[in-house]
């Protein structure tokens, strides 16, 4: 990758050189004139850089031309996408189309106001949703590239070249740059059109270095957290072993999504050896999980399943909390995978929980069958009454609603 780690500032020590790896000028190079054009200025942004002496104002030039060279890689693009600006110019047309029936008519048809009203909502949503159009006009780059939609992980990934835009823009009209600030542009942005535009294949080795990692620092959770190739996170995760990622990157990188989960692999990875952290993270960022949807929440619930009885407590919460049919068709799955030597009192409320469900025990028959011969089973091991002090579900399975199916 070309986000090269940054020298330090100090006299004795010399800055990191800017280099524009030969990858990426062959990838740049195929994108056509566009392409060429953001080369062009990439190259003598380093240049700059690398002999700042020449120049009265080098680092302000440096950016000058990174924003060039980000404004040409936008445009291969194109600006057909929402944004701010089209929002703008909807509410401006249609207040004018209000002003002017009022003026003609003296009133005003609820048409009208209606298109006035969806044109407002919408130019507040993108006001809320700063560098969307950048992040439409990335997404829409991604598809072209990799035939894949960017997912939520990759799309905040996209915001940063808003950042990096804004950033440019503002030495471009008028802010001072020195020459650190310069330099961490240069490295991001060309960092991000790596990501953009090298096929899998060019970064694969990289991938693989990150995966293999076993104490990673901050430096390399942002490499992963910038990803905005989908296949390049489903790459990564796939080989990620140090338990330290879960620490360092964002949520956003970790957790599932509707119909797909890229840190799915990984965290399944974890449970071999800490499944009661994978549990405790799950519970822990449960609230955002559920935001994302019921698919996400499935997801979540099928791999802490995969811990056997350390992921007992959170599915009581999730069969008190989520009684949604899909959560509880999960659970009940997880509950015929325990061993009856290892079911507790826990065990059994959740199972309880399930049965009293009415959106289980009437939709879901035949589950709802199994899950009472599981009550029955841990209650009477081997067709015999538990003896002693022990006498798991005993009292449990008198308590079963009566419209349950014989089982």
């Excluded at 140090?242 to 970790?254: V, Y």
């Excluded at 993270?281 to 619930?301: K, T, Y």
């Excluded at 939709?363 to 002693?388: F, I």
Aim: with cysteine; hydrophobic share 45%; charged share 25%.
């Amino acid at each position: 990758m070309s986000s090269l780690p940054l020298g330090s500032e100090q006299t004795e020590v010399a800055p990191a050189v800017c280099v524009v790896r030969s990858e990426l000028v062959s990838a740049l190079q195929a994108q056509g004139a566009h392409g060429q054009r953001a080369l062009s200025l990439l190259l003598d942004s380093a240049q700059i850089m690398n002999a700042p002496a020449a120049f009265q104002a080098p680092y302000e030039v440096a950016q000058s031309c990174l924003r060039g060279a980000l404004d040409s890689v936008l445009k291969i693009a194109g600006e057909d996408f929402p944004g701010l600006r089209s929002a703008t110019q909807a509410v401006t047309e249609a207040a004018e189309a209000v002003a002017d029936a009022w003026r003609h008519s003296s009133g005003v048809g609820a048409g009208d106001l209606d298109v006035l009203v969806g044109a407002v909502d919408q130019l507040r949503a993108e006001q809320e949703n700063r560098g969307g159009f950048r992040t439409r006009q990335i997404g829409h780059l991604v598809l072209e590239q990799t035939r894949q939609e960017m997912g939520l992980a990759e799309t905040e990934a996209a915001r940063s070249w808003s950042a990096f835009y804004s950033a440019a823009s503002g030495v471009l009209h008028g802010s001072s740059s020195g020459a650190s600030e310069a330099r961490h542009q240069f490295y991001d942005v060309t960092a991000a059109m790596e990501h953009l535009f090298l096929g899998l294949p060019e970064r694969a080795d990289r991938l693989r270095e990150l995966a293999r990692l076993d104490s990673p620092v901050e430096r390399d959770a942002d490499e992963v957290a910038r990803m905005t190739d989908p296949r390049a996170g489903v790459y990564f995760f796939q080989a990620a072993m140090s338990g330290r990622w879960l620490d360092l990157l964002p949520l956003s990188r970790l957790l599932p999504e509707e119909r797909r989960w890229p840190a799915g692999p990984y965290l399944r990875r974890l449970l071999a050896d800490e499944p009661e952290r994978v549990c405790a993270w799950v519970e822990e960022n449960l609230d955002a999980i559920c935001a994302r949807g019921p698919g996400a929440l499935s997801q979540a619930v099928g791999v802490v399943s995969e811990t056997g009885m350390a992921a007992c407590a959170l599915l009581a919460r999730l069969v008190r909390a989520q009684p949604e049919r899909f959560v509880l068709m999960r659970v009940a799955d997880w509950a015929r995978d325990v061993p009856v030597a290892e079911r507790t009192g826990l065990w059994v409320r959740v199972l309880e929980g399930i049965v009293r469900a009415r959106t289980f025990t009437e939709h879901e028959s035949w589950e709802n069958g199994q899950v009472l011969r599981e009550l029955v089973d841990t209650a009477h091991p081997k067709g015999r009454l538990r003896t002693g002090k022990d006498r798991l579900g005993v009292s449990s399975v008198p308590r079963l609603p009566m419209s349950s199916p014989t089982i």
